[in-house]
């Protein structure tokens, strides 16, 4: 006798989309993120590193490489996780990050048979400077720490300035761009890269 399907697979909806939003600190994701979530028709919701970042105690990072190497990845898998569930159950979100090789590595396993859209937020480093120091809440030369390795050798199905434009240009741009319902290509050419 065959067993009926479970309710949750039946009420399955397809799969939502991941929309990572990857550049240094200070490029400007967060404020492109929270323009997408206001005004892209189907609701997303905004996975964002800092809201992980703020879990964190004070001194969590004060340990032994070897930890913090195992922190960084816990870090990296529970924001990749939480839009892997997400997009399971058919919520589409947006992401920001800083991907480092290691969070790239992480996010290219993680997400693999997921429809991932890959946004470059770049930034001049003269501009990212500046607004690292009006800021006030960011470690000073953070940015110029990442700002030569975080688009290196990477894919991105769009890429935006945000020294070369507004903010609320560049959210336009991506707006536009997902709205065109793009097919997703760099997160395949990626995991060629990283596992060839």
Same mark, same amino acid.
């Given at each position: 006798?065959?067993?009926?399907?479970?309710?949750?697979?039946?009420?399955?909806?397809?799969?939502?989309?991941?929309?990572?939003?990857?550049?240094?600190?200070?490029?400007?994701?967060?404020?492109?993120?929270?323009?997408?979530?206001?005004?892209?028709?189907?609701?997303? /919701?905004?996975?964002?590193? !800092?809201?992980? #970042? &703020?879990?964190?105690?004070?001194?969590?990072?004060?340990? @032994?490489? =070897?930890? %913090?190497?195992?922190?960084?990845?816990?870090?990296?898998?529970?924001?990749?996780?939480?839009?892997?569930?997400?997009?399971?159950?058919?919520?589409?979100?947006?992401?920001?990050?800083?991907?480092?090789?290691?969070?790239?590595?992480?996010?290219?396993?993680?997400?693999?048979?997921?429809?991932?859209?890959?946004?470059?937020?770049?930034?001049? /480093?003269?501009?990212?400077? !500046?607004?690292? #120091? &009006?800021?006030?809440?960011?470690?000073?030369?953070?940015? @110029?720490? =990442?700002? %030569?390795?975080?688009?290196?050798?990477?894919?991105?199905?769009?890429?935006?300035?945000?020294?070369?434009?507004?903010?609320?240009?560049?959210?336009?741009?991506?707006?536009?761009?997902?709205?065109?319902?793009?097919?997703?290509?760099?997160?395949?050419?990626?995991?060629?890269?990283?596992?060839?």
């Amino acid at each position: 006798m065959r067993l009926p399907m479970p309710i949750t697979k039946m009420l399955q909806p397809p799969y939502g989309a991941i929309v990572v939003l990857n550049g240094p600190s200070s490029a400007g994701k967060s404020t492109l993120s929270k323009y997408l979530c206001e005004n892209l028709v189907e609701h997303h /919701l905004h996975i964002e590193l !800092d809201a992980f #970042r &703020n879990m964190e105690p004070i001194g969590y990072w004060d340990v @032994e490489r =070897q930890l %913090a190497q195992v922190r960084v990845a816990a870090l990296c898998r529970a924001m990749n996780a939480t839009a892997a569930t997400f997009s399971r159950h058919g919520q589409s979100v947006i992401v920001d990050h800083v991907l480092s090789s290691d969070a790239w590595h992480y996010m290219l396993e993680d997400l693999i048979d997921l429809p991932v859209f890959l946004v470059g937020v770049f930034c001049s /480093l003269e501009v990212l400077i !500046d607004r690292e #120091r &009006n800021r006030g809440d960011r470690k000073i030369g953070l940015a @110029e720490s =990442q700002f %030569a390795s975080i688009h290196a050798s990477r894919h991105y199905d769009c890429v935006v300035d945000t020294s070369s434009a507004s903010e609320i240009e560049c959210g336009r741009s991506i707006l536009d761009w997902l709205q065109s319902r793009p097919i997703p290509t760099a997160f395949t050419k990626m995991h060629q890269q990283f596992f060839r």
